[in-house]
T-cell receptor, first 109, second 120 residues
């Protein structure tokens, strides 16, 4: 079956770095997405990886290893506004998104 | 308005009521989606429309009935729901269905803020 695994909750300190991991098993693979969702708000697109390696966008970076079925989202210089849920989703061979349950990130001062 | 707008934001209904959720997008997208989001569970895809035609129904109970009158509007009609249907219902849109391109391309979803449904 198809599956996305990510930790349920993580806690980090303001100004620090945090890495949110995601492992995936999909039927075929057409890329991996990360979305951010603040409480009570819409999920918003953060990143997309389809090739191995690291993609950097400001304080946020996303990494993909297709051979390991593994991705991570790296958040640097954490700010209080980064407290949110982070959703990992894989795109299978039918271009269907397979979602993880999300990782709730709590930032402490 | 821009983006994806959902109304109402909150809805409380009894099991015998009939209500509808509305979604509107002004992005010129051709694909629209209904998702169900329950606490600590992955997003569940309910319905997909591409160019106003339904292309996917993931075994959703008939008490949920979608309607897509045009490429900008999507409705979810609710009838005789159960308490376990209480959840956040998210609408989303994408440029087209079934293509991947640079930066995620056409598969990048733009979500609405959701309609929080409580069934008593």
């Amino acid at each position: 079956g198809q599956n996305i695994d990510q930790p349920t909750e993580m806690t980090a300190t303001e100004g620090a770095i945090v890495q949110i991991n995601c492992t995936y098993q999909t039927s075929g693979f057409n890329g991996l997405f990360w979305y951010q969702q603040h409480a009570g708000e819409a999920p918003t697109f953060l990143s997309y990886n389809v090739l191995d390696g690291l993609e950097e966008k400001g304080r946020f970076s996303s990494f993909l290893s297709r051979s390991k079925g593994y991705s991570y989202l790296l958040l640097k210089e954490l700010q209080m506004k980064d407290s949110a849920s982070y959703l990992c989703a894989g795109l299978d061979s039918n271009y269907q998104l397979i979602w993880g349950a999300g990782t709730k990130l709590i930032i402490k001062p | 308005e821009t983006g994806v707008t959902q109304t109402p934001r909150h809805l409380v209904m009894g099991m015998t009521n009939k209500k509808s959720l509305k979604c509107e997008q002004h992005l010129g997208h051709n694909a629209m989606y209904w998702y169900k989001q329950s606490a600590k569970k992955p997003l569940e895809l309910m319905f997909v429309y591409s160019l106003e035609e339904r292309v996917e129904n993931n075994s959703v109970p008939s008490r949920f009935s979608p309607e897509c009158p045009n490429s900008s509007h999507l409705f979810l009609h609710l009838h005789t729901l159960q308490p376990e249907d209480s959840a956040l219902y998210l609408c989303a849109s994408s440029q087209v269905l079934g293509l991947a391109g640079e930066g995620g391309g056409a598969n990048v979803l733009t979500f609405g803020a959701g309609s929080r449904l409580t069934v008593l």
